[in-house]
């Protein structure tokens, strides 16, 4: 699964392959990230929590390491 986010210090494995929100639009870049991603708990639930590294203009993609 491509889509999958691993985070192995917690044992979780995270995807939005059948279900999600409008974060599974964000995409890959290895040299322009402009967003830092990470689980949070919740309620006892992991959500993930996207912060932007800077200002976002309309229409700019959203990019992650």
Excluded: W
Aim: hydrophobic share 35%; charged share 20%; with cysteine.
């Amino acid at each position: 699964d491509g889509y999958k986010m691993r985070y192995p210090s917690l044992g979780l494995s995270l995807t939005a392959r059948e279900l999600g929100s409008v974060v599974r639009f964000v995409n890959h870049s290895k040299d322009n990230s402009n967003v830092n991603i990470f689980p949070v708990k919740v309620d006892g639930a992991f959500h993930m929590c996207c912060i932007t590294t800077e200002n976002i203009s309309k229409n700019k993609q959203l990019l992650l390491v």
